[in-house]
């Protein structure tokens, strides 16, 4: 009962603060531009001619309908890892310095109900928020897509987890950061920050390789462990789209226990700290 | 009820360090409205922290229903209106209620049957439905008094109860805390509105710079004076020289004096009987809280 409380106040703060209006908005819109802008001619099968944004496709002679698909749905499914994660973090990052700010945290913590739920209560919902708003925006790529082409490609709807994991990693991070520093724009930013750091480090290998001292590259190293593996799992999700191999276990499971850590670290300083 | 042992609290920041509360020890026993006075800045709100369980005492130890508040299940059935309180405002006022009774682990039914009560009870009943962004915040402070109540409490903690409230709404809550005590509740006010605490509690404690500088009832503080108020019979006056010789002041119909002995007083009585002026009432003065507070935190600060 006391973590559906907080379910249902985490999605009523997000209906009152029209965080959800804009996160549907935004994907409508996108999902609106892309019923609109794309436009397929399909004959016996293959496609005879096709547009995206008015501009035609350069096809090289008959090209089987599936690998166009596919190719797109996996272009597609990369913006959407941007776009969902970016999004993802921007209708979340003031959940917990809302909570923890000096006069509404007194009115939580002074209930009978202990600190780890209190705050994994508000993180059940947010994720519960969050994968309703990514199974709108993939639901609705998928659906549009394959209404448009008539190729059902369900690994479409896979990518969609991926997204909801890498989002998951930052949600545990964004609560460490939350709880630290009870700032809602730190909270935003240094998820980002950590995403885009996080992109080149798949080419850790290259990158630690140019270096002049071993400390520098260990730290490359050590980055790459650490941090969630944003760039692998955006390259995983196009080649899963396109059916070209299945997403890295190691990447997964890194980058969700940075997520785990984080919430774990964020767990244990919210139970000790002073209000 | 409530037991404080030995409580310090000290607060570090790189700059400094700060001792909140230094040794603090008292208890509050069942059924009573305690008191906890002090000037800004005293200690009082962190020690109603610590009775709580959001902060913890660098020292000493607390409990409450003999429970350390930092486990949930001590804040079981304990309401609490903290000062400078923020509910959410995207909530209407029913729904927080909704809110933190789940959040205590009432049923559906008791948080259902108990909030139009409540709301009833603290005169918001016509704007339960509204957005709290919207009300005043004599409305919030008095939805904060109904979510305290919500879970039909034992132990309330009220942090400065009618801060932001004007006189009608202080009166109001007064006699809501009031009813509260009948119905057995043991209440903690953390309060600088003297006035107020004499009026509502049984034993304060006074706090200055963190350390409990007297812990006593409100009968014995406020002890009575040689100061006296004689009422005259409607539309008599005390002759000038009389006042003038007992040193009396005469205002709004009464005289105010204060004398060394009763002999004295009697004095003054035998002389305005020998006016043939009609006594209606002699009653002894005793000394406001706000005085006996002032005295002893003025003593502190005298070196």
């Known amino acids: ?275 | 009820m409530i037991r404080v042992d030995e409580v310090g609290k000290q607060f570090r920041s790189p700059r400094r360090r700060v001792q909140a509360l230094d040794g603090v020890s008292f208890s509050v026993h069942s059924g009573e409205v305690f008191g906890l006075l002090g000037a800004n800045g005293a200690g009082k709100t962190t020690l109603v922290k610590i009775l709580l369980g959001l902060t913890r005492p660098s020292t000493g130890r607390v409990e409450v229903r003999s429970i350390d508040p930092r486990r949930p299940r001590a804040r079981r059935r304990v309401g609490y209106l903290p000062e400078g309180h923020r509910f959410p405002g995207y909530l209407p006022g029913d729904a927080a209620m909704r809110l933190f009774g789940r959040l205590a682990g009432m049923d559906e039914a008791t948080i259902t049957r108990r909030t139009p009560e409540l709301l009833d009870l603290v005169g918001l009943h016509e704007r339960g439905t509204d957005r709290i962004s919207r009300y005043s915040k004599g409305m919030t402070q008095r939805l904060g008094l109904a979510c305290a109540l919500l879970d039909n409490p034992e132990v309330l903690f009220l942090d400065e109860p009618t801060d932001g409230v004007d006189p009608v709404g202080r009166r109001h809550i007064r006699d809501v805390l009031l009813a509260a005590r009948e119905r057995g509740t043991t209440i903690f006010i953390n309060s600088h509105l003297l006035s107020e605490v004499e009026r509502t509690c049984d034993r304060v404690a006074i706090l200055h710079q963190g350390r409990l500088l007297r812990e006593a009832s409100v009968e014995d503080l406020t002890r009575p004076t040689h100061r006296f108020r004689i009422r005259l019979a409607e539309g008599q006056h005390a002759p000038a020289a009389c006042l003038d010789f007992f040193r009396a002041a005469a205002t709004n119909g009464h005289i105010d004096v204060e004398v060394p002995d009763l002999d004295t007083l009697n004095r003054m009585l035998d002389g305005l009987r020998g006016e043939r002026l009609l006594i209606a009432e002699v009653t002894a003065q005793r000394a406001a809280l706000e005085d006996v507070f002032i005295e002893l935190v003025g003593e502190e600060r005298t070196p």
């Not at chain 1, 501009?55 to 797109?72: S, Y």
């Not at chain 1, 945290?105 to 309703?132: C, E, K, N, Q």
């Not at chain 1, 790459?224 to 196009?238: I, M, T």
Request: proline letters at 3%; hydrophobic letters at 55%; a positive charge.
């Open chain 1, 1 to 275: 009962m006391k973590v559906w409380a907080l379910v249902v106040d985490t999605w009523r703060e997000v209906l009152a603060r029209y965080t959800l209006l804009g996160f549907v908005i935004v994907s409508t819109l996108f999902l609106l531009v892309l019923t609109f802008a794309l436009n397929l001619d399909i004959v016996d099968g293959s496609l005879a001619a096709g547009s995206l944004f008015g501009k035609a496709f350069d096809l090289h002679g008959e090209t089987p309908i599936e690998t166009v698909v596919t190719t797109g749905e996996s272009a597609f499914a990369a913006m959407l890892y941007g776009l969902g994660v970016f999004l993802a973090i921007f209708a979340t990052g003031s959940q917990v310095p809302n909570l923890v700010h000096r006069g509404t945290v007194d009115l939580y913590l002074s209930r009978p109900v202990s600190r780890t739920t209190l705050l994994l209560g508000r993180f059940v919902g947010a994720i519960t928020l969050v994968l309703a708003n990514l199974a709108f925006l993939c639901g609705g790529v998928f659906v549009v897509i394959s209404l448009k082409t008539g190729v059902w490609n369900p690994r479409l709807l896979l990518a969609g987890g991926i997204i909801a994991l890498v989002f998951l990693s930052y949600l545990g991070f964004m609560y460490l950061i939350g709880v630290l520093s009870g700032s809602t724009p730190l909270s935003i930013m240094l998820p980002y920050a950590i995403y885009i750091i996080a992109m080149p480090l798949a080419a850790h290998k290259h990158i630690a390789a140019a270096m002049d001292s071993r400390l520098a590259a260990s730290v490359v190293h050590g980055l790459y462990w650490l941090l969630p593996k944003s760039g692998e799992l955006g390259r995983d999700v196009v080649q899963l789209v396109m059916g070209k191999g299945e997403p890295s276990l190691m990447a997964m499971g890194t980058t969700l226990a940075f997520g785990a850590g984080c919430l774990a670290v964020a767990v244990a300083v919210f139970q000790r700290k002073s209000y």
